[in-house]
């Protein structure tokens, strides 16, 4: 928002009403400005571009390379709104570290073994995904759609699911640390067999 600023008069007083009314406007406006921000837009900025490559997608077929597990990489693995519903070979095992999955469809697909480190999953869909011993952690799976998911002996450790939907989901063996597993089972949507398994309290 571009602010403009009047040029004083030489003939006004420096410490005029007018000028001070001009100058709380001014700072009340810039202040609206900063505060009313979306939070979703100030999440979206700091994602970059959605890639304009043509195999984007097909690039999680062949995952990135080990020095990426940790979330360092010089370009992204950017498979947002990628359809790989029910792929049930090609995903087996990769490394997806770090990648950016937000409203991408998994339904269906076979996701074993795979390594999700730090990906940032918010808004995907991940019905009935297979998720065997595959590493999870630190990723984001805010309003995600993993109904029927299954995590068996899977590290959920650092993973955060706001709002994400997990009927009928499978936890068994489940690998996930105290203060991880205190916040997923605030989420209201896991049955209470899967409640069991994961050990929730409350």
């Known amino acids: 928002m571009k602010l403009g600023i009047e040029k004083e008069s030489t003939n006004s007083h420096p410490n005029s009403p007018l000028k001070q009314l001009k100058n709380v406007a001014c700072s009340l406006l810039a202040v609206w400005a900063v505060t009313t921000v979306s939070p979703a837009l100030a999440a979206n900025q700091r994602l970059p571009p959605l890639s304009t490559e043509p195999n984007r997608c097909e690039r999680a077929f062949v995952g990135n390379t080990i020095g990426q597990a940790n979330g360092v990489y010089d370009k992204p693995l ?10 049930k070979s090609n995903l087996k095992g990769k490394s997806l570290a770090a990648a950016l999955m937000s409203d991408a469809k998994f339904d269906g697909a076979d996701m074993s073994e795979v390594i999700m480190s730090k990906a940032y999953a918010v808004g995907a869909s991940f019905k009935g995904v297979n998720f065997s011993n595959a590493v999870l952690d630190r990723v984001n799976f805010g309003n995600a759609n993993m109904q029927g998911a299954v995590f068996r002996n899977s590290v959920l450790s650092g993973s955060t699911f706001v709002d994400t939907q997990l009927d009928n989901a499978v936890f068994d063996d489940t690998i996930i640390g105290y203060i991880d597993l205190q916040k997923l089972c605030t989420n209201k949507t896991i049955t209470e067999e899967g409640r069991d398994v994961l050990g929730c309290r409350f």
Do not use: I, V, Y
Request: hydrophobic fraction near 30%; include cysteine.
């Open 78 to 87: 950017d498979l947002r709104f990628c359809d790989f519903t029910n792929e």
